[in-house]
């Protein structure tokens, strides 16, 4: 531990205001304190780095040239640590900082997005870092605190984390423009009892196919399903030029593929959650979710009817 280690913030405090003032008695009487304290630390703090800062004189105090050196340092040292409690004072406001969000649902449209556009609106200082990935893998991500918050289908329950529900989304089937259900303006399980579809082998695909089987089985029907190792947009081209159909959902509607439409299925209704852990600090998710609870309690997001079903991923 290096000697400048004992010298004490108002030690310098007071050694810029009697430079500033060119006295000892004044530089007390703009800190509010006694003559006698000015003057004793300042000395104890020349004892203690072996130099004199001050000549003192019957008018008041100017520099030696150690002095001189050691006021040009000091007075970059304050400003350091003004800037470091600006800093931290505006991170811990939730103005400033990083606020990392883990995605299962679409950004095309809906709640989410509508979320961020006002959560960013409102805290400019704020960057959102968000990740796309399955359900539990955020969920891991947020208990080890790397996931300031996840939005996730479902009700999903993790160890040492909070949950609330914010808003629910139409599950939607997707199918070529030329389908003979394309007329449609809404599609039963029924209607989709013997056709053939087609999900994504990486997330939210697996949770698509279980969705699938659920319900089809409840038909008496075990549901043709093939996976394919694309992402969402080869997928849509893929319903497009007949290879089958799949599922969405509301959210992701607003992606427009060339001869492929959307038609809701009825009755399917998806939760979306926040899941996060309450040890976790940071002043700019508590903003995020504080604004999340006020647009979820207003009519435009607020849950629509109908019954909670199996969760379903927020794309296809």
Known sequence: MGPWMSIELRQLRYVLKATETGSFRCAARELGIHESAVSRRIRDLEDEIGASLFIRHHGGVCLTYAGQRFVSRARKAI????????????????????????????????FLTELLRAYMAANPGVRPDLVEDGPSEHIAAVQRHQTDVAFLTGEPIADGCDRTHLWNERVYVTLPSDHELAPSDEISWADLRDRHFIVSEADPGPEIHDYLVKHLADLGHHPSVERHGVGRDNLMHLVAIGRGLTLTSEATTAACFPGVVYRPLAGEILPFSAIWSPQNDNPALRRLLSLARVMSKRGKFSPMAGSATNPLAGQA
Do not use: W
């Not at 969000?101 to 095309?108: D, H, N, R, V």
């Open 79 to 110: 400003n350091l640590i003004g800037y470091a409690k600006k800093d931290a004072g505006v991170i811990g406001r939730g103005e400033d900082g990083v606020v990392r969000i883990g995605l299962f649902s679409s950004l095309a449209s809906g």
